[in-house]
């Protein structure tokens, strides 16, 4: 079993940054991080995100609205900064505060700056192959990730636990390009599926995405698979200091024997995801420069 790295990925791809991000003249590229309300999840988000883009040489301007902020409030600051030709990229951070649609509010970046990639129009691009827009980030850090592990989807049947449009949508759609690496045989499941561990035994590679910790158990996996473990839950535990504990989907201790490579949580995918939140940012720039 060989554990796949995904500090040691993110930490070649922050290298590879912040060489480019270096040899820009002019401004730096500048990243909005909105983040409505104290959702503790959230708030260390963030400061992750806003420690790696100081690390690169992007400007990280964080924006914290109060959790009282009202849709519309929410629209007028998106519009500001859609408009600020000094901001290349925004991100608002999920979950927001019921009151506000989520969906509304990622159609409202305009896709030139939707580095997050879930603006209906960079959605729709990668749906058509077309590369002109941004991926979702953990979705294209998944697919980094096994392509960096050398794992090509070629020909393999790829099973997506999970169809939610921030990972388990895309990622099926990635893999499904024609394109190097991609060319695989994807099914996707969820809770409606019939089944299920007839359907995950199944996999050559398997996407765990479904928010539930440690659902996937050994009677789930076929022996030799790849395993790509996205989730992230905390779960109670007395004897951390905290009072809990990271675990992912994916019950590691029973399914890692089995596999030829799986992700750590921590770890693995987290760390990917901002890596590639950071590659859509200076690309953001640099085609602005370009236009």
Do not use: W
Not at 4 to 22: C, F, M, Y
Not at 275 to 282: E, F, G, Q, S
């Amino acid at each position: 079993m060989e554990l796949i790295d995904g500090n040691r990925i993110a930490a070649d791809i922050i290298k590879e940054l912040k060489a480019k991000v270096a040899a820009l003249k002019g401004r730096k590229p500048c990243l909005a991080l909105v983040r409505v309300g104290d959702d503790p999840a959230s708030v260390s988000y963030v400061r992750k995100k806003e420690q790696t883009a100081a690390e690169i040489g992007v400007d990280g301007r964080v924006i914290l609205p109060p959790v009282s902020t009202t849709q519309e409030e929410l629209f007028a600051l998106i519009d500001q900064l859609n408009a600020d030709s000094g901001v290349d990229g925004i991100l608002v951070q999920s979950p927001l505060p019921p009151h506000i649609d989520e969906l509304a509010v990622f159609r409202r970046v305009t896709p030139e700056k939707d580095v997050d990639g879930f603006n209906t129009l960079n959605l729709g691009k990668v749906a058509q192959e077309d590369p002109s827009g941004f991926v979702a980030c953990t979705p294209a850090g998944i697919m980094e990730l096994l392509a960096r592990s050398g794992v090509d989807l070629k020909g393999k049947h790829v099973v997506v636990l999970g169809r939610s449009l921030i990972v388990g949508k895309p990622v099926a759609l990635l893999a499904l390009q024609k394109r190097a690496g991609a060319n695989g045989t994807v099914t996707i499941c969820h809770s409606a599926t019939r089944d299920l561990p007839a359907i995950t035994r199944l996999a050559d590679v398997l996407i765990a995405a479904i928010g539930r910790p440690e659902f996937v158990t050994a009677d789930m996996v076929k022996p030799g698979a790849v395993v790509i473990d996205v989730g992230i839950n905390r779960v109670p535990d007395p004897s951390r200091k905290t009072g809990y504990r990271l675990t992912g989907d994916v019950a590691f201790s029973q399914v890692a024997p089995l596999c030829s490579r799986i992700t750590p949580v921590p770890g693995g995918v987290g760390p990917m995801t901002v890596a590639m939140l950071m590659r859509n940012t200076v690309e953001a720039r640099l085609r602005r420069t370009a236009a």
